[in-house]
């Protein structure tokens, strides 16, 4: 027998002579009454009030998306102001908008 098929038999006996784990007699009834237990639901008055928080956050922000793009085409005006007070204009540069 070399030396590795030793290796193997040591492994494959190494769990010889063990004995099994005790269980706690009470485990089964815990896990039961754990199992029943009355599960506790948040108040509805609470669920009600995040969800009518959540809508009015959503639409304050869909009413800031609407407001800022019609300034968008004021602040480009804007900028084209400015490019004319300065003489920032160059008309042989690419506009890549």
């Known amino acids: 027998m070399n030396a590795k098929e030793k290796w193997i038999n040591d ?3 190494s769990l010889n002579g063990l ?3 005790e269980v706690n007699p009470y485990l089964y009834s ?4 754990r199992l029943n237990a009355k ?3 948040a108040p509805s ?3 009600w009030g995040g969800a009518m928080a959540f809508l009015l956050l959503l639409f304050i922000n869909i009413v800031a998306i609407k407001l ?3 300034s968008d085409q004021k602040n480009n005006s804007d900028v084209q ?3 004319k007070q300065f003489q ?6 690419i506009n890549y908008n």
Do not use: P, Q
Request: hydrophobic content about 40%; charged content about 30%; aromatic content about 0%.
């Open 30 to 33: 815990k896990i039961t009454s």
């Open 88 to 93: 920032l204009i160059n008309d042989n540069a």
């Open 11 to 13: 492994v494959e006996n």
């Open 39 to 41: 599960i506790e639901k």
């Open 19 to 21: 004995k099994a784990a």
């Open 45 to 47: 008055k609470l669920v």
């Open 68 to 70: 800022s793009s019609g």
């Open 81 to 83: 102001n400015l490019e």
